[in-house]
Every structure is written in structure tokens, then in C-alpha cells.
């Protein structure tokens, strides 16, 4: 009698299906939901930032936590031209050059990306999309819809050195780690402006190693642009972290880089 064939078990959510469910919620026609549409950010020596809803991935150490864990009742739906309009008058105001959108993921509901995309290419500022990779790693198409944007700047975020750390740390199929890498290849393919930024709070230096040399075989200069990110340990987030009894090797608090004592850590 012929067996079935058993295809291992996954072991952590699609996140490619859960960007299809969560766009159900965060996306109305060319309308995404939005916290808020304006406020001024440290990083890139200051950007205005609106607070997206709707992510694909659960970080545990994620610092955002309603607009991930609750999108339904969470935000309300924004027009391309609000959001721009809304972005580009805190912009002026505050005196940056650069917009963008964050606190969720940045790649879900394309029409809205497009047509934002296409206000901003008209004017002086330049967009940084913040991505974790997960669908432009899936659709390779992706990469080239974003080439005919010129005031475009992509912030691939990747979470952890590896396969198992990313699943420990997101929950989701290991497989899904490498999405990011591919991301970055159909990007600079398609010569996207980019860069990458690694977690690697939970991570033991020689795994970082070996994750930036698989950074390196994509493009050497990658490495030159890549930011290492540490975590902060906002209340919300120690306590998720702590139920999850994953314990940081590193922590950012008030700017500077904290290495946990060796008890604290995995060691
Ligand atoms: S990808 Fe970013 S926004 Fe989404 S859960 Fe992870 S850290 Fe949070």
C-alpha cells in the first residue's frame, strides 16, 4: 500500500497569509489605516513619521503594540493625498527633508503605497519605506513596481541572525527568514535605494558574523549601510519578552548600548 507523503509540519504562522488577513482590515480601496498621520522622529537626524496599523509579523519584541496586535480597533482609514498632505505640513514645519511610515509594516496595500508614491515623487521630499521583507522577498515584482520612484528610499529590517532566533522571536516559519535576503537581492536588482538593519539583540556575535557574510554575498556594500539594531526595553515589551522567557543579550536605553549580565543572558 503506497503512504502518504507527510510534509513537515510548519512551525510558526504564514506570514504571507497573514498579510492577505491583515490587509482585510488595514485596507480599503486605496485607503490605509493610520494612528496618526504626523509626528517628528530622531532617527536619519530627524524625519516626520506617521504611525501606520497592520503588520505581517508578531516581534515579541515589537514596541508597537496596538497597531500590530489590534489592528480592527485601532486607527482610522486614510486617503494617499491626506496622508501626504498631513506628512508634508509637519515636514515643512519641523524642517525635514525626509517622510515616511512606521510602527507596522509599510508594504501592505500597495494601491495606497503607489499613489502616496507618486505625490511624493512630485515634490522635494524623499519616502523611507520601512519593510521587514516578508513581501517583497515573496513577489519579485514588487522590487520593480518601486524602481519607477525616484524619491524612494527601503529600510529592510531583518529579525535575528538565523532561521531559528527569527522563528523564537517572531513566531514564524523559519522558512520565512530568508524572504528578507531575497528582498534585498530584487531591490538592488532592480536599483532600489536601500539598506538593511539586523536585531541582533538576541544574537551571539558569531551568528551576526555569519549573517552579515550571507548580507555580504548579496552585495559587499551592503554591510557599509547596515544598521544593528538592539532592543528598548519598554514596560510592554519586558513583560512580553519575559512571558516568552527570552532573555536580550543587549539593550538600548537612553541611546546607548547595554550588554546584560552574563546571569541575565542565554550563556
Ligand atoms: S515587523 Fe516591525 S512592526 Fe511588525 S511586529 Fe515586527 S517589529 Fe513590530
Not at 51 to 64: A, D
Not at 129 to 147: C, R, V, W
Not at 210 to 237: Q, W
Request: aromatic fraction near 8%; hydrophobic fraction near 30%.
Amino acid at each position: 500500500m503506497a503512504t502518504r507523503h507527510n510534509p513537515k509540519k510548519p512551525d510558526g504562522y504564514d506570514p504571507i497569509v497573514l498579510t492577505r488577513t491583515t490587509e482585510r482590515t488595514v485596507v480599503k480601496g486605496n485607503m490605509r489605516k493610520y494612528g496618526r498621520l504626523s509626528r517628528p522622529l530622531r532617527f536619519y537626524g530627524g524625519i516626520t513619521s506617521a504611525q501606520e496599523v497592520g503588520c505581517n509579523l508578531r516581534c515579541k519584541f515589537c514596541f508597537s503594540d496596538k497597531p500590530v496586535r489590534r489592528p480592527h480597533s485601532t486607527g482610522q482609514f486614510y486617503t494617499p493625498q491626506e496622508v501626504f498632505d498631513q506628512l508634508t505640513k509637519a515636514a515643512t514645519k519641523y524642517g525635514h527633508t525626509l517622510i515616511s511610515a512606521s510602527a507596522s509594516e509599510g508594504t501592505l496595500g500597495r494601491q495606497h503605497l503607489f499613489e502616496l508614491l507618486t505625490l511624493v515623487d512630485k515634490s522635494d521630499f524623499v519616502y523611507v519605506l520601512e519593510t521587514n521583507g516578508i513581501t517583497l522577498g515573496h513577489d519579485p515584482d514588487f522590487a520593480n513596481e518601486l524602481s519607477k520612484f525616484k524619491n524612494l528610499h527601503v529600510r529592510v529590517s531583518i529579525k535575528g541572525t538565523n532561521e531559528y532566533e527569527y522563528n523564537q522571536l517572531t513566531g514564524a516559519v523559519s522558512e520565512s527568514y530568508n524572504l528578507p535576503f531575497k528582498a534585498l537581492k530584487y531591490l538592488m536588482d532592480a536599483n532600489v535605494s536601500c539598506n538593511v538593519c539586523l536585531m541582533i539583540s538576541f544574537s551571539k556575535q558569531e551568528d551576526i558574523e555569519k549573517a552579515e557574510a550571507r548580507l555580504a554575498a548579496i552585495r559587499p556594500g551592503l554591510l557599509k549601510s547596515l544598521e544593528k539594531e538592539h532592543i528598548t526595553l519598554f514596560p510592554k515589551v519586558a513583560k512580553r519578552l519575559s512571558n516568552e522567557k527570552l532573555k536580550p543579550r543587549t539593550v538600548r536605553h537612553r541611546g546607548k548600548i547595554i550588554k546584560l549580565k552574563k546571569e541575565e543572558s542565554y550563556d
